[in-house]
């Protein structure tokens, strides 16, 4: 099939190779400890700072609405 693999002749899209720089840093020590502080402090406070501000406003938007008396 002049150098074509079968999945490639067929259409099937074939599974991307990764360079090996990549893969270096992928098996790092650095990005498995950035990736547990993600993991452990950043997506939980963002999460938790997202709900309060979520609930702020969810709390103060009834002050505006027509007929409020909450002013």
Do not use: C, H
Not at 43 to 56: F, V
């Amino acid at each position: 099939m002049n150098g074509v693999s079968s999945a490639e002749y067929k259409g099937e899209p074939s599974a991307p190779t990764i360079p090996e720089e990549f893969q270096i840093i992928e098996s790092s020590q650095s990005r498995e400890l950035f990736q547990t502080l993600l993991e452990t402090y950043y997506i939980p406070l963002e999460i938790w700072y997202t709900k309060s501000i979520i609930d702020k406003v969810t709390s103060r938007s009834v002050s505006w609405l027509p007929g409020s008396n909450l002013l």
